[in-house]
């Protein structure tokens, strides 16, 4: 009876079933997601508030103000273990004190009826000393270490990084395993007060055990580690992991198995950016990369692919390609989410042609708490503030900016 309620296969809590069947089959939806609350993505957005990588109460508040009944969510970037960071006061979900801190986060998404997906991340060479533990090498999928122009842009500073050996891989896959399961582990008991009111306890007691994360999407994009070890500028392995494309995707594809089978492929998304040129990592062929991703992925029959647009690129030429996500939309099974660039218009645009399911917002999201609202009003929006994205302030250019009834 339980589980005719709510299928055994399905992650999600019962209050946002509806909607996320939506998600599932948007095809089946014929509401556009810029008229419906529910089909409004936050982009995982790095804030630099977790300080310690603790996860912080204020960001209760801020991911509270962007959920709306339905409306998928994808947290910041998340590190899978220590070696997996790079930046200030970016979150974890390797230690106990980390999942308890993401705890009341989820459950504030979950009590406004959000679906709340923790993004997962290992950043490889994208990292220094400063950030490893005991001040070691940051890891990679080779001892390339970003070029100096690359330090110049991003005001940041790179150690050279120590090539992953054969053997350690499988200690990283592992931990992406043990991040996914910390995340749909981050949950809390109580809601059974709510519950208890509407008299629904029998499902309750089936809820308990899920709710934590939804689910969690793998970052496989933007030059971090999985993306070292896909594009041919940056892999110079001689192992199985590195030469042929099918040698460089099996890291990310490891992962992918890993996670799938630990949480269920129900409950997991990638994020991948075969275009993009960030910190020193592209492909020769990128189209060929994505084409092998998608389809690779379709084994898994994994919820969604989330891939950003080749205008993000920072190099004008890698801009350039005219049918653009396309063609690996076409060849993805599951659920698509395009990202980047978007706003109101092109987003209901691309969506009516049948370009991507789903449409991500990250800098517009940022600044507009109540984004989906003003969607639906077509009305106008604050302007992001770009000073204010990394600072580490609790508030400001965090939860302060205004709704539109401020
Ligand atoms: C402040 C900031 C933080 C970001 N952090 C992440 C992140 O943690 N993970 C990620 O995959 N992308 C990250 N991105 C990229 C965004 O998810 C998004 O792809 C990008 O902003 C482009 O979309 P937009 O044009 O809608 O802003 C970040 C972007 C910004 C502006």
């Given at each position: 009876m339980l589980f005719a309620?709510?299928?055994?296969?399905?992650?999600?809590?019962?209050?946002?079933e509806n909607q996320w069947q939506k998600i599932k089959s948007p095809s089946s939806?014929?509401?556009?997601?810029a008229n419906s609350i529910s089909l409004t993505v936050l982009a995982p957005l790095t804030r630099s508030r977790s300080y310690g990588n603790v996860p912080q109460p204020h960001a209760i508040l801020y991911y509270s103000q962007r959920?709306?009944?339905?409306g998928l969510l994808i947290a910041e970037a998340t590190g899978v273990s220590e070696t997996a960071q790079g930046y200030p006061s970016t979150p974890g979900i390797w230690t106990k004190e980390q999942i308890e801190a993401w705890k009341p986060i989820v459950k504030a998404v979950h009590d406004k009826g959000g679906i709340f997906f923790c993004q997962i991340w290992h950043v490889g060479r994208v990292s220094n000393y400063d950030y490893q533990p005991n001040g070691q090498a940051p890891v990679s999928s080779t001892d390339k270490q970003i070029s100096s122009q690359e330090e110049i842009e991003t005001e940041r500073d790179y150690s050279p990084p120590r090539?992953?050996?054969?053997?350690e891989i499988p200690l990283i896959v592992n931990d992406f395993r043990l991040a996914a399961r910390n995340a749909i582990e981050a949950g809390t008991y109580s809601s059974l007060t709510t519950f208890w009111k509407r008299r629904q306890i029998f499902i309750h007691l089936l809820l308990l055990l899920f709710l934590g994360f939804d689910g969690v999407e793998i970052h496989g994009a933007h030059g971090y580690l999985l993306e070292q070890f896909m594009k041919d500028n940056v892999n110079d392995r001689t192992d199985e992991y590195g030469g042929s494309l099918e040698n460089r995707c099996r890291f990310a594809l490891e992962i992918v198995e890993a996670v799938a089978k630990e949480i269920g492929a129900d409950r997991m998304g990638i994020r991948l950016s075969p275009f993009t040129d960030y910190k020193g990592c592209w492909d020769s062929n990128p189209k060929q990369l994505g084409l092998y991703m998608v389809q690779s992925l379709n084994k898994y029959d994994i919820l969604y692919c989330h891939m950003v647009e080749p205008r993000m690129s920072i190099v004008d030429v890698r801009r350039n390609i005219p049918d653009r996500l396309l063609p690996m939309r076409k060849a993805f099974n599951g659920t698509f989410l395009a990202a980047g660039g978007y706003d109101r218009e092109e987003g209901n645009k691309v969506v009516d042609e049948g370009y991507t399911d789903l449409v991500v917002f990250g800098r517009l999201f940022l600044a507009n708490?109540?984004?989906?609202?003003?969607?639906?009003?077509?009305?106008?929006?604050?302007k992001f503030i770009k000073l204010t994205f990394y600072i580490s302030d609790p508030a400001v250019g965090y939860t302060d900016?205004?709704?539109l009834d401020e």
């Open positions: 309620l709510r299928p055994s296969s399905s992650p999600f809590v019962l209050c946002v939806n014929p509401t556009r997601w959920t709306t009944k339905g090539r992953l050996r054969t053997e708490p109540d984004l989906p609202k003003r969607f639906e009003l077509n009305t106008t929006l604050n900016y205004p709704f």
